[in-house]
């Protein structure tokens, strides 16, 4: 079963700008995890936050987390066209524990 | 961060058939392993997760005579899909997690075409 869910399903934005992604959830968590995927590829990871984390940052990428509301957003700045992909949250439960994805959010990002 | 290896990246086959798929860690020795399928436009679905010498964990409504999974060492698990019929035609994925990280690292992925 799914367990996070993306919003928006899809964003377009202009080369430059920021873009952000937001991701709910339903039961509690240990991890929250955000990959993207281009088309017909595999995924990539990007960035974890833990349970105990409320933000975290990686280059362009900047994640928060909001226990109280089970919800994460990602945001990617400065946007590039390379940029442009699909993007899940996933969610995991301890160290040994499967990961659930969300339904996914497609990031255009025009030149 | 780990590396994985997936092959084939695209397969065809003709309804009847089996097709399998292979999932290698190349540096890193994985006892667990994920294989996941997903369906155009939509989310990845975890069908089971392959435990190295030991029988895979399927979820629930995935079929284990349908979808063959072998990890017979810590660095190869294969998922065969058995008298594959269009209906099997889709992406699978597998993911290993890294040692002291929670992060996957997924291969690239096979495109199945059930013909």
């Known amino acids: 079963s799914q367990q996070g869910e993306e919003d928006p399903q899809a964003l377009s934005i202009q080369e430059g700008e920021n873009a952000t992604m937001n991701c709910s959830y339903k039961?509690?968590?240990?991890?929250l995890q955000w990959y993207r995927q281009n088309s017909g590829r595999g995924l990539v990871h990007l960035i974890l936050?833990?349970?105990?984390?409320r933000e975290k940052h990686s280059g362009r990428l900047r994640v928060t987390l909001d226990t109280s509301k089970k919800s994460s957003s990602l945001l990617i700045t400065a946007s590039r066209a390379a940029d442009t992909a699909s993007y899940f949250c996933?969610?995991?439960?301890?160290?040994?524990?499967?990961?659930?994805f969300g339904k996914g959010i497609t990031l255009s990002v025009r030149p | 961060g780990a590396v994985v290896s997936q092959h084939p990246s695209r397969v065809i086959c003709k309804s009847g058939t089996s097709v399998k798929i292979e999932c290698r860690s190349l540096?890193?020795?994985?006892?667990?392993m994920f294989w996941y399928r997903q369906f155009p436009k939509k989310s990845l679905m975890l069908m089971a997760t392959?435990?190295?010498?030991?029988?895979?964990?399927?979820e629930q409504g995935v079929e284990k005579d349908k979808f063959l999974i072998n990890h017979a060492s810590l660095t190869l698990s294969t998922l065969t899909v058995t008298s594959a019929h269009p209906e099997d035609s889709s992406f699978y994925i597998c993911g290993i997690r890294g040692r002291g990280n929670y992060g996957y690292t997924f291969g690239s992925g096979t495109r199945l075409t059930v013909v």
């Open positions: 540096d890193f020795q994985a006892t667990t």
């Open positions: 996933a969610t995991g439960t301890g160290a040994n524990s499967k990961l659930t």
């Open positions: 392959s435990n190295e010498g030991s029988k895979a964990t399927y």
């Open positions: 039961t509690s968590i240990n991890n």
């Open positions: 936050i833990r349970s105990n984390e």
